[in-house]
């Protein structure tokens, strides 16, 4: 790629998102003194599925990772993705504010190789059940805003909506169930798993995921972790699934982080 157009590149995409960023912080400058957040870190990554507990007022937490993906047979490719970050803010009592950027994304197949970086979205999480319950849920909802590059943009802002649940039984279940519409095309996504302990700062979970985008056959998955608590504020984690269809990809491993102050 030629100099000038890597710096046009460049600029189409840090542009908006700086914009995005500075609209972001300006919305959360109006947010309540701090109050104390319970301890440990509740996440949202990394399985698919989205936790329902809202931030703390006036507590950021920043989680981002990177993952690897691989597809065989006749469409054969390979994906190396990052920062997959996802900023969150604790704007109100039991409300948050998302500004979601899945970064750069790398892609090599038959047909060559694709690189490039992907939407913005900016969303509002609201808690409508609190915690202490053995229900508890969340509502979300977005805007994914065309910051992308190329094809890995849909050039169009699109709207996106989302209930994220978990449950407190004899077994631990989270799940989502999410709308979102992209070039005039909607897709449904819906997830459930299970939450496992295996130990103070250990824990695991499996996760089953359907996608079921309109005028295409529906994609499962079957998805895994294990996460480290390595302090009340700070998590890392290892990841990774499998397609149970054709249509899903093979497999992909994945780490990240997530941080709260």
């Given at each position: 790629m030629h100099k000038s157009s890597l710096n046009s590149t460049y600029a189409g995409c840090l542009n908006p998102a700086i914009l995005a960023v500075c609209l972001f912080w300006c919305i959360s400058a109006q947010a309540q003194d701090s109050a104390p957040e319970p301890a440990p870190i509740n996440t949202e990554r990394p399985s698919f599925s989205s936790s329902p507990v809202a931030l703390g007022v006036g507590y950021w937490q920043i989680e981002a990772g990177y993952q690897f993906s691989h597809s065989g047979g006749?469409?054969?490719?390979?994906?190396?993705?990052?920062p997959n970050s996802l900023l969150r803010f604790g704007l109100?009592?039991?409300?948050?504010?998302?500004?979601?950027?899945?970064?750069?994304?790398?892609?090599?197949?038959?047909?060559g190789t694709t690189r490039g970086y992907k939407d913005t979205s900016l969303g509002v999480k609201?808690?409508?059940?609190d915690q202490g319950r053995r229900f508890v849920a969340a509502l979300y909802a977005?805007?994914?805003?065309?910051?992308?590059?190329?094809?890995?943009?849909?050039?169009?802002?699109?709207?996106?909506?989302?209930?994220?649940?978990?449950?407190?039984?004899?077994?631990?279940?989270?799940?989502?169930?999410?709308?979102?519409?992209?070039?005039?095309?909607?897709?449904?996504?819906?997830?459930?798993?299970?939450?496992?302990?295996?130990?103070?700062?250990?824990?695991?979970?499996?996760e089953y995921k359907g996608t079921f985008p309109e005028g295409a056959g529906p994609v499962h998955d079957l998805n895994l972790g294990l996460t480290w608590l390595l302090d009340p504020s700070f998590q890392v984690d290892l990841n990774g699934g499998v397609g149970l269809n054709s249509r899903a990809t093979d497999y992909f491993i994945g780490t990240g982080f997530a941080v709260r102050f």
């Open positions: 006749s469409m054969r490719s390979e994906e190396h993705s990052y109100r009592d039991h409300l948050e504010l998302q500004l979601n950027w899945a970064g750069y994304s790398s892609t090599r197949s038959s047909d609201w808690q409508v059940l977005g805007l994914s805003m065309p910051m992308g590059s190329g094809n890995l943009s849909s050039s169009e802002t699109d709207p996106e909506a989302a209930l994220f649940w978990t449950y407190q039984g004899t077994l631990d279940w989270f799940g989502t169930a999410k709308y979102s519409d992209s070039g005039d095309r909607y897709k449904l996504e819906n997830a459930v798993g299970i939450n496992l302990s295996l130990g103070e700062i250990t824990g695991a979970y499996v």
